[in-house]
């Protein structure tokens, strides 16, 4: 079992950065593909990125990709979200998940909310026009 904790929203200007993190509990957090969701209001909970255990291989929604990158790091049971050119169509709150079951990366599987086992509760980011 993990748990995870997110960090680093907040309120920017369209154009401008932010990084997430998710820290997540344990010493087995390399045993984990690891993803990052959004919801904005009156919204389904929609797919940004996901990355595999070691990091290796890691994918992105339409939406961003080009402007945000995944990343993890083991050693410090941490993922996180670099997010660049940031719209205000990326408001929302911003949720890491992570999957224990699955052993490899999948671009059909990991897109789903349900395929992962462990959830954040979450951090806000708030993209000004």
């Known amino acids: 079992q993990v748990q995870l904790v997110e960090s680093g929203g907040g309120l920017v200007q369209a154009g401008g950065s932010l990084r997430l993190s998710c820290a997540g509990s344990?010493?087995?957090?390399?045993?984990?593909?690891m993803g990052w969701f959004r919801q904005a209001p009156g919204m389904e909970r929609e797919f940004v990125a996901a990355?595999?255990?070691?990091?290796?291989?890691?994918f992105y929604s339409d939406s961003v990709k080009g402007r945000f990158t995944i990343s993890r790091d083991n050693a410090k049971s941490t993922a996180n979200l670099q997010m660049n050119s940031l719209k205000p169509e990326d408001t929302a709150v911003y949720y890491c998940?992570?999957?224990?079951?699955?052993?490899?990366?999948?671009?059909?599987?990991?897109?789903?909310?349900?395929?992962?086992?462990?959830w954040g509760q979450g951090t806000q980011v708030t993209v000004s026009s």
């Open positions: 344990g010493r087995t957090f390399s045993r984990y593909v």
């Open positions: 990355i595999s255990r070691s990091g290796g291989s890691r």
């Open positions: 998940a992570a999957d224990s079951r699955g052993v490899y990366l999948s671009t059909t599987f990991h897109v789903n909310v349900s395929h992962y086992d462990y």
